[in-house]
Nanobody, 127 residues
Framework: QVHVVESGGGLVQNGGSLRLSCAAS????????MGWFRQAPGKERDFVAAISRSGRSTSYADSVKGRFAISRDNAKNTVYLQMNSLKPEDTAVYYC????????????????????WGQGTQVAVSS
C-alpha cells in the first residue's frame, strides 16, 4: 500500500509564496515519478508539474512556468512544489500523485498515468 500525504497549503496574498511538500511511503521513493495537480472550484483537476525519478527531468503547465518549481529529495522521501508570484487564479486544492510504472522518455502529465494520490491541500490566494 502506497501512502501519499501533502502538506503546506494555506492562505497567502497575491504575489506571495508557498512551498508544498508531499511524502510518499510504501516502496522505495526513488522508484516513483511524482506529480502535482490542482483543482479549482467548479473546474476539472489539471496538471501542474511533474518530476522524474532522479529529479533531472521536469515538466510544467504553461500557466505556472517561471513561477513554480518542483523538486525532490529522495533521501527524505519527499517532493516539493515551490510556488512564487502566486495569483488568485492559483487558488485550488493541490494534489500530489505517484507513478510507479511509467517507462517513457519524459514525465507523464496525464492524470490517468498516476497510480497513487494524496487527499489534497488547499491553497488560497487573496487579491
Amino acid at each position: 500500500q502506497v501512502h501519499v500525504v501533502e502538506s503546506g497549503g494555506g492562505l497567502v496574498q497575491n504575489g506571495g509564496s508557498l512551498r508544498l511538500s508531499c511524502a510518499a511511503s510504501g516502496r522505495t521513493f526513488s522508484l516513483y515519478i511524482m506529480g502535482w495537480f490542482r483543482q479549482a472550484p467548479g473546474k476539472e483537476r489539471d496538471f501542474v508539474a511533474a518530476i522524474s525519478r532522479s529529479g533531472r527531468s521536469t515538466s510544467y503547465a504553461d500557466s505556472v512556468k517561471g513561477r513554480f518549481a518542483i523538486s525532490r529529495d529522495n533521501a527524505k522521501n519527499t517532493v516539493y512544489l515551490q510556488m512564487n508570484s502566486l495569483k488568485p487564479e492559483d487558488t485550488a486544492v493541490y494534489y500530489c500523485a505517484a507513478d510507479d510504472h511509467w517507462a517513457g522518455w519524459t514525465v507523464p502529465i496525464a492524470q490517468h498515468e498516476y497510480d497513487y494520490w494524496g487527499q489534497g491541500t488547499q491553497v488560497a490566494v487573496s487579491s
